[in-house]
T-cell receptor, first 114, second 111 residues
Framework: KAGVTQTPRYLIKTRGQQVTLSCSPI?????VSWYQQTPGQGLQFLFE???????NKGNFPGRFSGRQFSNSRSEMNVSTLELGDSALYLC?????????????FGEGSRLTVL | GIQVEQSPPDLILQEGANSTLRCNFS?????LQWFHQNPWGQLINLFY???GTKQNGRLSATTVATERYSLLYISSSQTTDSGVYFC?????????????FGTGTQLKVEL
């Protein structure tokens, strides 16, 4: 069974640009969540989707957005990139709807903003 | 919000040694997971352990939910155990698959 797949794995952008990251969950998993990891702030929750609905959102500015498609694949978008957005972005999927299930993470998308 | 504290922050072991990593959390939780972050950044699931004790090879974990802590035991450590270990919890109220991570324990196992 394939794991959580994230694309692209690495990307470099300049300030002011926007970026879209993609995540394909484990087959059958309908919950997808996103996390940002930086050396200064550690791992922080961005948002979580279930059946195309955002159920939970972290404390990030509106420049960070996401969506989920009917096949459970998810994308997140960051607009007007800032240097501080350089980070490892991790996607996780879960089987359960209730929020008490085990989360499985992808390998991440490493974003560098110059 | 919930606070998740891990100790020690850094740990250096000789190969073959045993160690215990601790995770304290400040509120009641639905879910607790331990992860090992590999050098490429992926979080590898070690245990899903909201309560009780589990073992997987040289690793075992215990969560005492009523006292709000969890322990990860590594026995007979190997160099491949090096990396960062995170615990992450989901609040009992309003969880929704939202994990709050601790700051991690950086483990280095030397020959």
């Amino acid at each position: 069974k394939a794991g959580v797949t994230q694309t692209p794995r690495y990307l470099i952008k300049t300030r002011g640009q926007q970026v879209t990251l993609s995540c394909s969950p484990i087959s059958g998993h309908r919950s997808v969540s996103w996390y940002q990891q930086t050396p200064g702030q550690g791992l922080q929750f961005l948002f979580e989707y279930f059946s195309e609905t955002q159920r939970n959102k972290g404390n990030f500015p509106g420049r960070f957005s996401g969506r989920q498609f009917s096949n459970s694949r998810s994308e997140m978008n960051v607009s007007t990139l800032e240097l501080g957005d350089s980070a490892l972005y991790l996607c996780a999927s879960s089987l359960t709807a209730s929020g008490t299930g085990e989360l499985f993470f992808g390998e991440g998308s490493r974003l560098t903003v110059l | 919000g919930i606070q998740v504290e891990q100790s020690p922050p850094d740990l250096i072991l000789q190969e073959g040694a045993n160690s215990t990593l601790r995770c304290n959390f400040s509120d009641s939780v639905n879910n607790l997971q331990w992860f090992h972050q590999n050098p490429w950044g992926q979080l590898i699931n070690l245990f899903y352990i909201p309560s009780g004790t589990k073992q997987n090879g040289r690793l075992s974990a215990t969560t005492v939910a009523t006292e709000r802590y969890s322990l990860l035991y590594i026995s007979s450590s190997q160099t491949t155990d090096s990396g960062v270990y995170f615990c992450a919890v989901e609040l009992r109220e309003g969880g929704g698959n939202k994990l709050t991570f601790g700051t991690g324990t950086q483990l280095k196992v030397e020959l």
